[in-house]
């Protein structure tokens, strides 16, 4: 199975996309969000991200991590760099839609890492 992290600078951001693409993906799915700064304001924690791939480690046999924006791509990748027991891929593409798209591959059992990434990414070309 394939884990998913959201990574926004909200947490209420970050919950939401989750509740949404855990509908789409049915009760099965890992789909883990942090957001916010350590101090409940906007932001992202390294630390928290860690955790969160931590978790989903322990449970997945691989993760795609979504982001909403720049500085929340270089914390997810210090976090990736951290952990061992499973690999990661931060996706290029646009966090709630791409988040969707992901949680139904994922939910196919054939799923892989890179089929996970690769419909995230095809939510970029959503409106052509």
Same mark, same amino acid.
């Given at each position: 199975?394939?884990?998913?992290?959201?990574?926004?600078?909200?947490?209420?951001?970050?919950?939401?996309i989750?509740?949404i693409?855990?509908?789409? @993906?049915?009760d099965?799915?890992?789909i883990? =969000?942090?957001?916010?700064? $350590?101090?409940? @304001?906007?932001?992202?924690s390294?630390?928290?991200i860690?955790?969160?791939?931590?978790?989903?480690a322990?449970e997945?046999?691989?993760?795609?991590v979504?982001?909403d924006?720049?500085?929340?791509?270089?914390? =997810?990748?210090?976090a990736?760099?951290?952990?061992d027991?499973?690999?990661?891929?931060?996706v290029?593409? $646009?966090?709630l839609e791409?988040?969707?798209?992901?949680?139904v591959? =994922?939910?196919s $059992?054939? =799923?892989?890492?890179?089929s996970v990434?690769?419909a995230?990414?095809e939510?970029?070309?959503?409106?052509?």
């Open positions: 199975m394939i884990g998913l992290l959201v990574v926004s600078h909200s947490g209420n951001a970050a919950e939401g989750r509740d693409a855990l509908e789409m @993906g049915g099965d799915a890992r883990e =969000a942090v957001g916010g700064d $350590p101090d409940g @304001g906007i932001g992202t390294v630390d928290d860690s955790a969160a791939l931590e978790r989903l322990d997945t046999d691989g993760v795609v979504l982001v924006l720049g500085s929340a791509v270089m914390n =997810a990748e210090v990736i760099e951290s952990i027991d499973v690999e990661c891929v931060v290029d593409a $646009p966090v791409g988040t969707l798209n992901a949680a591959e =994922a939910s $059992p054939n =799923a892989t890492l890179d990434e690769r995230a990414a939510a970029v070309d959503l409106f052509e």
